[in-house]
């Protein structure tokens, strides 16, 4: 694609950036099969195609309005127009720009910027969320149905193991995690104690930044990162082996560190050494003897493959693959490269468009007619949840014998 970037960002980092990724697409569509908003309202601008040609558009220095807006807002960031493109266009990073730029062109409504503020003030912070959480559990009698389905159901997350092994790896607590899901963490480091590894929970890391990396808050998103990364650093320099994210949206995003730091001369070799030590949780027990953790039988299960794991860390049928070849037996599910509609926020800001993601997704999940649906990401995980009438959870939780 032949671009010609306005003096404003053709001198700087990022339309440099947004230049290369622009100038590496070929306008074959291919990515159009497979965006799920694209396939929902069948508008061109609403494809990640339509999207490159919005972006393209403001960095030659045409004013960006409030459509542009609306159809970048609609993208789910989901990825899977990467793991169709044969050109290997970075679309992800693409976007983030582009949204960025449109932000501080277009500005938001008081209400919009209301929310938005809102989800940045608690989310990202555990003990906000924690708390939060607790008061909505504690008033979901006087909640309305379709919001307290949301509520994730309390977890007892059992004990943290108490050896020591020579292998030590170091865990990511995350935001929503703790209070949403806490069985997976724990449950993770069950699995990798009686494989003779010991999971640290590091108690200063918390979120990684992604929901303020996709709301156009770059400089807080480092924030986050700097703080995990100086978290981690002490236990990385002692020998930890590995960073294991068991929430596969994070792991995308601290995969990323060493891109989004880049620049930052104290931080740079530090994010970049973080990102190569990252991995999900699905790769480190693929590369372990499993004859060990004899898992419980479980009938018909049904995959959920986040779209992080499969188009962000480009893992695809990796949990798939480590579930048959524990013995377990997994249903068809149609469609498996679509978005299910939690992407982060997306279910709160894009509300009808996820619900149509999520039943659509519910539909191709049951068609097998399994006993459980089991995912990768805390996000997908409730979000499943709220719809689903049979049980939803980690992956990790089948190998979990307590």
């Known amino acids: 694609m032949q671009?010609?970037?306005?003096?404003?960002?053709?001198?700087?980092?990022?339309g440099q950036e947004a230049d290369a990724i622009l100038r590496s697409c070929v306008h074959c569509g291919f990515c159009t099969a497979t965006c799920p908003t694209y396939q929902i309202k069948g508008d061109e601008l609403d494809s990640p195609r339509g999207r490159i040609y919005l972006i393209k558009q403001v960095l030659e220095g045409q004013p960006a309005t409030e459509k542009t807006q609306t159809h970048l807002d609609r993208c789910l960031t989901c990825r899977?127009?990467?793991?169709?493109?044969?050109?290997?266009?970075?679309?992800?990073?693409?976007?983030?720009?582009?949204?960025?730029?449109?932000e501080q062109q277009v500005g938001r409504?008081?209400?919009e910027n209301l929310l938005r503020r809102a989800l940045r003030t608690v989310i990202p912070y555990r003990n906000r969320f924690a708390s939060l959480l607790k008061l909505g559990r504690l008033a979901a009698p006087l909640l309305p149905a379709a919001l307290r389905a949301k509520l994730p159901q309390p977890q007892q997350?059992?004990?943290?193991p108490v050896t020591r092994h020579v292998r030590t790896m170091l865990a990511l607590q995350g935001c929503v995690q703790p209070s949403a899901t806490p069985l997976t963490n724990a449950a993770a480091a069950r699995v990798l104690d009686r494989l003779g590894i010991t999971l640290l929970e590091i108690g200063e890391t918390g979120c990684c930044g992604a929901l303020s990396q996709h709301m156009s808050a770059a400089e807080e998103a480092k924030h986050f990162a700097r703080r995990n990364i100086d978290a981690w650093w002490p236990h990385i320099k002692a020998g930890a082996e590995a960073i294991v994210v068991t929430a596969s949206g994070c792991g995308v995003t601290?995969?990323?560190?060493?891109h989004l730091l880049h620049e930052d001369a104290a931080y740079a070799a530090k994010a970049a050494r973080v990102s190569a030590l990252s991995r999900d949780l699905v790769e480190i027990l693929l590369q372990e003897d499993l004859s060990r953790l004899q898992p419980a039988k479980a009938g018909p299960i049904a995959v959920h493959a986040p779209c992080t794991l499969q188009h962000g860390q480009k893992l695809p049928n990796a949990v798939e693959a480590l579930l048959q070849r524990t013995g377990f037996t997994l249903t068809g599910v149609p469609d498996a490269h679509l978005c299910c509609g939690s992407a982060g926020t997306y279910s709160i800001l894009q509300p009808e468009l996820s619900q149509q993601l999520l039943h659509n997704k519910l539909a191709a999940l049951n068609s097998g007619q399994p006993?459980?649906?089991v995912t990768a990401n805390v996000g997908c995980q409730m979000h499943l949840a709220s719809g689903s009438g049979i049980p939803v959870r980690h992956w990790i939780e089948l190998f979990d014998l307590r």
Do not use: M
């Open 3 to 14: 671009t010609s970037l306005s003096d404003a960002f053709k001198n700087t980092a990022a």
């Open 80 to 102: 899977s127009c990467e793991s169709t493109c044969p050109s290997g266009v970075q679309y992800g990073h693409l976007v983030d720009i582009g949204r960025a730029v449109v």
């Open 109 to 111: 409504s008081f209400k």
């Open 157 to 160: 997350a059992g004990a943290w």
């Open 254 to 258: 601290v995969k990323d560190y060493g």
């Open 371 to 373: 006993e459980q649906i």
